[in-house]
């Protein structure tokens, strides 16, 4: 049986990987990605707690957890389109006004 400690890290590499993509790029599907990652991360941390303890709380917030990143991809992707239309590009920094 794998320990929860190996779990662990990989979320906190996968949280510290999604924070870095927000950080650090300034592309904004890249910034979506990375916030995804951050997502799934702290999904595998629920995960792994829930294991450990035996309880199914972890597994109930994983469900909301997926279901508030479905929407926020769906929501996210129709604004870079948008933003792709308007603007010509999805860089982050080119963009200094959401007025069209």
Do not use: Q
């Not at 049986?1 to 950080?23: D, E, K, N």
């Not at 790029?25 to 951050?38: F, Q, S, Y």
């Not at 997502?39 to 709380?57: C, I, K, P, Y």
């Not at 917030?61 to 129709?78: M, P, Q, R, S």
């Amino acid at each position: 049986m794998i320990p929860v400690t190996y779990y662990l890290i990989l979320s906190a590499v996968l949280f510290l990987i999604g924070t870095t993509g927000v950080l650090i790029r300034r592309n904004a599907i890249i910034v979506l990605m990375g916030i995804e990652l951050m997502l799934n991360g702290a999904n595998l941390s629920f995960v792994a707690f829930a294991r450990e303890f035996g309880m199914a709380d972890g597994h109930i917030y994983v469900f909301l957890v997926i279901t508030v990143a479905a929407a926020e991809v769906a929501i996210g992707l129709a604004l870079v389109i948008l933003l792709f239309r308007n603007r010509g590009t999805v860089n982050i920094d080119e963009v200094r006004s959401l007025r069209w």
